[in-house]
C-alpha cells in the first residue's frame, strides 16, 4: 500500500530534549516536505525536498533540522525543542519536483508533539 | 503578500443537504488550486485540481469552480453525508520561484443527523 509513515505518532517531552520525528515513504517521489497545523493558521511549511541531499527552508525553519540522505526518508529534527514547538506535524510527499503543486501531496497521519 | 482566505471558518449542516465552501486568493503568479480534505486525526487527501483554463471539475458528489478573473473558488458538496465531516483546505501554486504552495486555514464541515 503506498503511505507515508511517520514515527511516533504522539510524543511528550521535555525542553531541551533532542528528538527525531521520522519519515518514510514507499512511492519513490522525488519531493518530501514537512509541515505544521496549528489552530488558526493552518499548514506551514517547515522545511522540503526537492531530493537526495537537496533540501531548503519553508516558511518557518527556525528551531527544526532536516537531511535527505536516502529518497525514501526524510526525518525532522528538533535539536533543542522549545514549547512554542508544541504542534501536529505532518510529512507529505509528491511525485515530481518541477510543477509541484501539479501533482497532489500524500499526507503522512501526523504526529502530535508536546513540549513541555 | 500572497494569501489564501476560505470561508466560513466552519459550518453545520444536515444529513442530505448541500453546501459551498469558498476559497479566495491573492496568489500571483497563479498555476492550480487544489482542495484537500483531512479528516479528525488523519493527514489531508486531495479531492480536486483546477488549473487557470478550467471552471468546474467534479470528482463525486464534490463540485468544484474557479473564476480565475476574481481568483475564487468553491467547493460544493452535494447530498451531504456524515462522513462529509472534516475540514477542506483550499491550496494555490505560486508559478516560479520553485512552485511554493500556499495553503488556505481550512473549512470546518460537520455534517449532523
Known amino acids: 500500500e503506498a503511505q507515508v509513515t511517520q514515527n511516533p505518532r504522539y510524543l511528550i517531552t521535555v525542553t531541551g530534549k533532542k528528538l527525531t520525528v521520522t519519515c518514510s515513504q514507499n512511492m519513490n517521489h522525488e519531493y518530501m516536505s514537512w509541515y505544521r497545523q496549528d489552530p488558526g493558521l493552518g499548514l506551514r511549511q517547515i522545511y522540503y525536498s526537492m531530493n537526495v541531499e537537496v533540501t531548503d527552508k519553508g516558511d518557518v525553519p527556525e528551531g527544526y533540522k532536516v537531511s535527505r540522505k536516502e529518497k525514501r526518508n526524510f526525518p525532522l529534527i528538533l535539536e533543542s525543542p522549545s514549547p512554542n514547538q508544541t504542534s501536529l506535524y505532518f510529512c507529505a510527499s509528491s511525485l515530481r519536483v518541477t510543477g509541484v503543486g501539479d501533482q497532489p501531496q500524500h499526507f503522512g497521519d501526523g504526529t502530535r508533539l508536546s513540549i513541555l | 503578500k500572497n494569501q489564501v482566505e476560505q470561508s466560513p471558518q466552519s459550518l453545520i449542516i444536515l444529513e442530505g443537504k448541500n453546501c459551498t465552501l469558498q476559497c479566495n486568493y491573492t496568489v500571483s503568479p497563479f498555476s492550480n488550486l487544489r482542495w484537500y480534505k483531512q479528516d479528525t486525526g488523519r493527514g489531508p487527501v486531495s479531492l480536486t485540481i483546477?488549473?487557470?483554463?478550467?471552471n468546474t471539475k467534479s470528482n463525486g458528489r464534490y463540485t468544484a469552480t474557479l473564476d480565475a478573473d476574481t481568483k475564487q473558488s468553491s467547493l460544493h458538496i452535494t447530498a451531504s453525508q456524515l462522513s462529509d465531516s472534516a475540514s477542506y483546505i483550499c491550496?494555490?501554486?505560486?508559478?516560479?520561484?520553485?512552485?511554493?504552495?500556499?495553503f488556505g486555514t481550512g473549512t470546518q464541515l460537520k455534517v449532523e443527523l
Open positions: 491550496v494555490v501554486t505560486v508559478t516560479g520561484g520553485g512552485n511554493k504552495l500556499t
Open positions: 483546477m488549473t487557470f483554463s478550467e
